[in-house]
C-alpha cells in the first residue's frame, strides 16, 4: 500500500525558509498527482501546492511565489521548499497523493495523506 511521510517541520523563525519532504512508498499511479496541504489552528485544511505527473507546478495565491514544489522520482521524495514564512504560515502541513490536488480545496481527489509535520512560525 502507498505510504507518505512527511519530515522537516519545526520551529522556525519568521522570514526563514525551512524544506519539507515527503518520501513515498508503494505503487502510484502516473495518473496521480502530488501535493501539500496545511491546517492552520481552528482553520479547515486546504490545498497549497501540488505537482502532476509531467511536472507542472501549481499554487494557491497565499504561498505562491514563496514556496516552491517539486519531486525527485528516482527518490520518491516530494519537497515543498518554503520561505520568507511569517506566523500565518504556522500550521500542520501535510503530504498528499491522489486523482488531483486542488489548491485550496480541503482534500476532493485525495486518496492517500501522510501523518502532518508541524511548522511553527515565531
Known amino acids: 500500500s502507498v505510504q507518505l511521510v512527511e519530515s522537516g517541520g519545526g520551529s522556525v523563525p519568521a522570514g526563514g525558509s525551512p524544506r519539507l519532504s515527503c518520501t513515498h512508498s508503494g505503487y502510484i499511479s502516473s495518473r496521480h498527482c502530488m501535493g501539500w496541504f496545511r491546517q492552520a489552528p481552528g482553520k479547515a485544511r486546504e490545498g497549497i501546492a501540488g505537482i502532476r505527473s509531467d511536472g507542472d507546478e501549481y499554487y494557491a495565491g497565499s504561498v505562491r511565489g514563496r514556496f516552491t514544489i517539486s519531486q525527485d522520482n528516482a527518490k520518491n521524495i516530494i519537497y515543498l521548499q518554503m520561505s520568507s514564512l511569517t506566523p500565518d504560515d504556522t500550521a500542520m502541513y501535510y503530504c498528499?497523493?491522489?486523482?488531483?490536488?486542488?489548491?485550496?480545496?480541503?482534500?476532493?481527489?485525495?486518496?492517500?495523506w501522510g501523518q502532518g509535520t508541524q511548522v511553527t512560525v515565531s
Open positions: 498528499a497523493a491522489g486523482t488531483r490536488i486542488i489548491v485550496g480545496d480541503d482534500g476532493e481527489g485525495v486518496t492517500k
